[in-house]
Structures are given as structure tokens and as C-alpha cells.
């Protein structure tokens, strides 16, 4: 293999073109219904499933919240950009138009719902007694602590008054269709995107029990908001009897479409999982001595073996540099293989942002420390405070996509020669 760098960037580009909406979402998409319809939908994918839907059905009611820069040219679904990953005003505007517009519905209209990664931070209605930027806070206390997305999600769900269910509650008695790009591990649909339109079991108290676990400290009207009922529905409410949640893209099949490919070019593959969780340096680390492990057990004729896995790490904010889960995991990689021989690897994020950075995430090869060491960079510093953006960036070694318009989360691939 000529080019390692450039083919595991092909096999990531393989796996986000299965997931775009233009590609995947026309197979599930049923006639369009007599009588009013309306689309509404949030996530940084919505936009372009917005455009899926219309490119079948042509011009729709509807309003549909996106990440900033991720609009996309619908006829007759209002687009509105707004913040990611932490919410804003914008999001906050966007989404009371929306609960008014599923409110005006009734028995004999249709909505269909698209809901993709980042309707968590878009879709944004604080709970009673709760400012948007107390909402603000505990989103980004969150993003740094190191807790599992759905963990994340349980709070962010009893602080809210769109998430859990509370969506198609508002909708209710209309009949509804929600279509979703997963991009959370296990494919758990009332964990995608906090579950508008999903019912939820969990309780205030299960949020209170997260920001402690995790050791969040909350402003004290979020704390009452949490010691108070919460609007969340329960998974067999009426509310939610006329409605039909179904995922139609996934981590899985992104990795299969790559494993397919590289078994094309002549690879030998393990897919490793599509639902890895746990923090970034820890899983690279386990991922190098398996690496390591495995090329030392192999002959000179042996085909290239592809290690897939897929899933959402995080991090822990120990330091004030600029990273996200998919760099840290290279930088770690990088360190623990110690310039192997051999060795390839990517990391990036399907929905083109790894973290808070307009950046994809990173490619490792052998030659990645001794050129930093080139370059006078200390790879553990760096490490040591978050700041694997910023490594990667001086060596030229970032993955750039800009908005890929889909999200089914983490996308790793280790190539063993």
C-alpha cells in the first residue's frame, strides 16, 4: 500500500457518504400523506434531510434548527442556524416557534420529525425557573466533564421542555413519523438527539444523582428545577401512542461500507464495535497494545489488517488547550505506538467537527513523533492540556471535511502492514 494516509481518509470518506440523508433517508421515506403536513426536525444533519424529504416530496410546511453552517437550500422548510455545542439564543427562539407550530396541530394532520446528533444543543427550552444561560453553564459543565453522552442527555432532558418526549407531546393529537441518524452508542433512540419525541423512565432525581457522580456544579435554579417534577413523558404515555420513532442510519452500517472497501483493496478486517465508549487517551492506549500485539503475531505475506471501531469517546477537561475526542485519541495512539513501524491510523468525527473545533480529527503514522520532535513539540504536554488540535495542526496532519451534512459518530481505523 502505497499512500496508508490517504486510503484510511478514503475509507472515513466511504463511511459519511453512506450516512448523508441524499444518499439513505429516500429508501425509508414513505408517500407523502393527504391532509397538512409539517416537518420539523433539529440536529447538525436535519437541514440535509430536510433536502432529502423535499427532494421526494417536493415543497413542505415545516421549520428545522441546524448547526451554524450547515443550512441547506430547502423550497418550503423554514432552515435556522443556531449554536453547537453549547445553545443560544437563535436555538432558543427557533425551538418556541416550534413547540406553537406542533401545538397548532390535530388528529388529522402528519408530521414527520428528523432528528439527528446535536438536537441536544439546538432544540433548547429551559426548564421553568432556568435562564438560558444557566442552561448554558451546565451544557458546557457537561461537555468538559468526561460523563457518556447519555448520561448528558438524562440532565439535559429534565432541564429542558422539548426533550424526552415533551416534543411530540406538543404535537399530540397528530400522527407522527420521526426519522433519526444515530450517533450515539447502542443505537438507543431516546438517547439521540435527548429523545424529543421518545419516552423516557428516568427521573429528576437520576439527574441529580449525574451531576454529582460527575462532580458538575450547578447554578441553585437548576438545582430546585431538578428537585421539582419534570415535563419528561413516560415511555407509555397517550401522548405518545400516535407516534412511530425509527432509526434509519447508524455507526454500523458506516463501518461495514468501510470494512467493505478495505476489504476491496485487499485488507484483512475486525470490526472492533460500533459502541465503544470511555475516554480518548484511555481507549488509545488499549487500542496501541492491541495493535502492537497483533502485528507482532503476524507473517511478511499476511494482508494489511484494518482494526473498524466506531462508538463516542470523551474527555475529561484537564487542561486549556483545544482538542477534541477524535485528536485526543490520536495524539494518545501516537504516544503508547512510539513510532511503530508499520502502523497507520485515523480518528475522525463523521459530522466534520471533533469537539468544539471546525476540524474532523487526525491522522497517526510512524513518522508523527519524530517529526514533532522535529519541530520542538512536546506530544505529552500537549496531552497533558487537551491541546491535540493544536499538535496536529503544526504537523499538518488534521482532517478537515468542513459540514459533512450526517453524524453517526466516532470513525477509528488502525492499519497494520
Known amino acids: 500500500m502505497t499512500d496508508p494516509a490517504a486510503f484510511l481518509r478514503s475509507l472515513f470518506d466511504r463511511a459519511v457518504q453512506v450516512a448523508d440523508p441524499m444518499q439513505s433517508l429516500a429508501r425509508v421515506l414513505p408517500a407523502k400523506?393527504?391532509?397538512r403536513v409539517v416537518v420539523i426536525g433539529a440536529g447538525k444533519a436535519s437541514a440535509r434531510m430536510a433536502e432529502a424529504v423535499e427532494s421526494v416530496w417536493g415543497p413542505c410546511d415545516g421549520l428545522v434548527i441546524t448547526r451554524y453552517g450547515y443550512a441547506r437550500p430547502c423550497?418550503?422548510?423554514?432552515i435556522v442556524e443556531a449554536a453547537h455545542p453549547v445553545p443560544d439564543a437563535a436555538g432558543l427562539a427557533a425551538t418556541d416557534r416550534m413547540l406553537a407550530l406542533a401545538g397548532s396541530l390535530g388528529a388529522g394532520d402528519f408530521v414527520l420529525c428528523l432528528v439527528s446528533g446535536g438536537a441536544s444543543a439546538l432544540l433548547v427550552a429551559p426548564a421553568k425557573g432556568v435562564t438560558l444561560a444557566e442552561k448554558q453553564a451546565v451544557n458546557a459543565a457537561l461537555l468538559a466533564s468526561g460523563a457518556p453522552i447519555d448520561k448528558m442527555n438524562t440532565v439535559r432532558k429534565h432541564l429542558s421542555r422539548v426533550k424526552g418526549g415533551q416534543l411530540a407531546a406538543a404535537a399530540f393529537p397528530a400522527r407522527m413519523l420521526t426519522l433519526m441518524i444515530s450517533d450515539v452508542p447502542g443505537d438507543d433512540p431516546a438517547f439521540i438527539g435527548s429523545g424529543p419525541t421518545v419516552g423516557d423512565a428516568s427521573t429528576p432525581a437520576d439527574a441529580l444523582a449525574i451531576l454529582a457522580r460527575w462532580n458538575?456544579?450547578?447554578p441553585a435554579s437548576v438545582?430546585?428545577?431538578l428537585s421539582r417534577p419534570s415535563g419528561v413523558v413516560a415511555p407509555f404515555d397517550p401522548r405518545l401512542s400516535r407516534v412511530e420513532n425509527v432509526i434509519y442510519?447508524?455507526?454500523?452500517?458506516?463501518l461495514h461500507a468501510a470494512a467493505q472497501l478495505a476489504r476491496e483493496r485487499g485488507c484483512e478486517v475486525r470490526i472492533l464495535g460500533d459502541a465503544i465508549e470511555g475516554e480518548a487517551r484511555d481507549t488509545a492506549t488499549r487500542m496501541a497494545a492491541e495493535a502492537l500485539a497483533l502485528q507482532a503475531s503476524r507473517n511478511a505475506a499476511d494482508p494489511p489488517l484494518l482494526l473498524l471501531s466506531g462508538g463516542e469517546l470523551?474527555?475529561?477537561?484537564?487542561?486549556?488547550?483545544i482538542g477534541g475526542p477524535n485528536a485526543e485519541f490520536c495524539l494518545a495512539l501516537a504516544l503508547a505506538l512510539n513510532?511503530?513501524?508499520g502502523i497507520h491510523a485515523i480518528a475522525c468525527d463523521t459530522d466534520g467537527v471533533d469537539g468544539a473545533a471546525e476540524v474532523a480529527g487526525a491522522i497517526v503514522t510512524p513518522e508523527t513523533l519524530r517529526r514533532a520532535t522535529a519541530l520542538g513539540l512536546d506530544a505529552a504536554a500537549f496531552l497533558a492540556r487537551n491541546d491535540a488540535h493544536s499538535f496536529f495542526a503544526a504537523l499538518g496532519a488534521q482532517v478537515v471535511t468542513g459540514p459533512t451534512l450526517t453524524n453517526v459518530n466516532d470513525f477509528r481505523a488502525i492499519l497494520i502492514g
Do not use: C, E, L, N
Request: no cysteine.
Open 216 to 218: 458538575i456544579a450547578v
Open 223 to 225: 438545582t430546585q428545577a
Open 249 to 254: 442510519a447508524a455507526p454500523a452500517q458506516s
Open 314 to 321: 470523551t474527555v475529561t477537561r484537564r487542561g486549556d488547550g
Open 75 to 78: 423550497k418550503g422548510v423554514r
Open 339 to 341: 513510532g511503530a513501524a
Open 33 to 35: 400523506p393527504q391532509g
